[in-house]
């Protein structure tokens, strides 16, 4: 299996990412825009399945690429049932609970439907998805919160944790399994990773949970403000789930979900923009501490990636911080379609096995 086609696809609310892969080189890729006015005639993030892979089929067949020349289409998992980290073959099962949405309604839902219907129109390819955000690999004391009727939950960026997690071990001629690591994900979301022996132990809810605020989001908000705020009778609760989803972070300090901007005016003199960075900065090093207590002090290295880890003075912060700790070493941006597709390559050259969802 000199030659391997592996077709990458990666459902956004507002786009569609495809890439293929020859072996692991990129020979194509594009990104596909959603406008509001195309995705209004659909109800639901399901309904737009058809609308979505007839672009995608469209867009290969234009740049000449036959579709049963692929081997493998690998979807960015969605909101299925926690699994534990790997790339699982898409089954009936799994079919059936990415249109029922049971842990809820995204765009990346669509990955695993997608894959398997262009699989299904080949001669031979396979379809699978890799490390959805809904990988758990959580020991169980980290699943407590302090209220048996709230339990902490594992929905993070686990694909490029995960990636450059490996990518890091190999620099270092060693097993991703023989490490402990602790990666921090810095996006619209944020996520930090306490990684033992090639499992997340521990990691903070990055969708709508604790953490590190994050350009859209609140993190982990004083509780009893926050009880108050939900019974003022000021907001409704789809007002209160926008102030911590959406609305929270840079966009409810500084109005903007831009982390470039926020670091131009940082760096421009603007007071407030320096402090609310710098506030950012503290809690993804703070948090960073807590898990280093987590691998009881043994972290071979600290990753910093996702793409606000282009930005020098909020990385200098952090390690200024945290340096103590371990090595911070940096991995910034995020190639997703470079990871979906190594993941399918990586199955397809019996590297790994791919597994089963139930």
Same mark, same amino acid.
């Given at each position: ?12 609310? /507002? ?14 890729? *594009? ?27 469209? +867009? ?11 081997? @493998? ?88 944790? #995960?990636?450059?997690?490996? /990518? ?60 108050? *705020? ?7 609760? +789809? ?7 959406? #609305?929270?972070?840079?966009? @409810?300090?500084?109005? /903007?979900?831009? @982390?470039?901007?926020? +670091? ?21 090093? $703070? ?8 691998? $009881? ?21 952090? *390690? ?17 379609? *470079? ?18 969802? $139930?």
């Amino acid at each position: 299996m000199d030659d391997l086609l592996i077709l990458a696809v990666n459902p956004g609310s /507002t786009s569609t990412k495809i890439a293929v892969y020859n072996n692991n080189k990129s020979v194509f890729l *594009k990104n596909i825009k959603h406008s509001a006015e195309d995705l209004k005639p659909f109800d639901k993030i399901s309904d737009q399945y058809e609308f979505r892979m007839q672009i995608i089929l469209d +867009e290969l067949n234009n740049a000449n690429i036959d579709i049963n020349d692929i081997s @493998a289409v690998v979807g960015r998992g969605g909101l299925v049932k926690p699994i534990e980290s790997g790339v699982y073959e898409v089954n009936q099962q799994m079919a059936e609970d990415l249109k029922a949405g049971i842990l809820g309604q995204h765009a990346s839902n669509l990955g695993g439907l997608i894959a398997s219907e262009i699989a299904s129109r080949t001669e031979s390819a396979r379809a699978f998805i890799a490390d959805p955000v809904v990988v758990d690999e959580l020991q169980d004391v980290a699943r407590i919160s302090g209220h048996p009727d709230f339990k902490r939950v594992s929905i993070f960026h686990a694909l490029n944790q #995960k990636a450059v997690a490996r /990518t890091y071990a190999e620099s270092t001629d060693t097993k991703y399994e023989k490490l402990n690591l602790i990666v921090a994900h810095l996006g619209g979301g944020i996520s930090v990773g306490a990684h033992s022996m090639g499992r997340v132990i521990d990691v903070n809810n990055a969708l709508d949970g604790d953490g590190p605020f994050s350009p859209e989001r609140s993190g982990t908000l004083p509780a009893g403000a926050l009880v108050s *705020k939900c019974f003022s009778g000021d907001y409704t609760m +789809e007002e209160v789930r926008k102030m911590i989803t959406g #609305k929270g972070g840079y966009m @409810a300090y500084l109005e /903007t979900n831009d @982390a470039h901007d926020v +670091e131009i005016r940082a760096r421009s003199g603007d007071e407030k923009a320096a402090l609310i960075q710098d506030a950012l900065s503290y809690q993804v090093a $703070k948090e960073i501490g807590a898990l280093s207590t987590v691998l $009881k002090g043994k972290v071979d290295a600290i990753i910093l990636t996702g793409g606000i880890a282009y930005n020098p003075m909020l990385v200098s912060y952090v *390690k200024e911080m945290v340096s103590f700790i371990a090595p911070v070493v940096v991995y910034p941006g995020e190639d997703e379609m *470079k990871s979906l597709a190594r993941n399918g390559y990586m199955v397809m050259t019996g590297k790994v096995k791919s597994k089963t969802y $139930k």
